[in-house]
């Protein structure tokens, strides 16, 4: 039984790990599904620009988030950068230095109707 029991966990982890991949945006970026949104991530040297659009990709309007802000963690060194809105549908910021690749970007903010979403994102 034990064999049997194995393999299912096995096949439901990998199912469950393939619906969270990380797929390319309509901006180049990296876009990922969090439930009622896509936040689409696309860094260019030291910028991170992120798009909000909803389950239909429509865009979001990034106007009234608060608390917009990624904790990216690179080279064993972990920082906060904040976020702030650009009309109609992004939040924007800006690094010290480019990122490297495998950097991890988790990027969180307050939407305007007090909704909370939270982004995970790894550099390429």
Do not use: W
């Amino acid at each position: 039984m034990k064999p049997y029991f194995l393999a299912a966990l096995i096949l439901v982890g990998a199912s469950a790990a393939a619906a969270h991949e990380v797929e390319k945006g309509p901006n180049g970026g990296q876009l990922v599904d969090i439930p009622g949104h896509h936040v689409e991530l696309v860094i260019s040297g030291t910028s991170l620009v992120l798009f909000l659009s909803d389950e239909k990709e429509r865009p979001v309007s990034s106007q009234g988030v608060q608390n917009a802000r990624a904790i990216v963690q690179d080279s064993g060194k972990t920082l906060t950068v904040p976020l702030i809105s650009i009309a109609p549908n992004k939040l924007s910021g800006q690094l010290a230095q480019p990122l490297t690749t495998g950097a991890r970007i988790v990027a969180s903010a307050t939407m305007a109707d007090g909704k909370t979403i939270q982004a995970r994102f790894v550099r390429r």
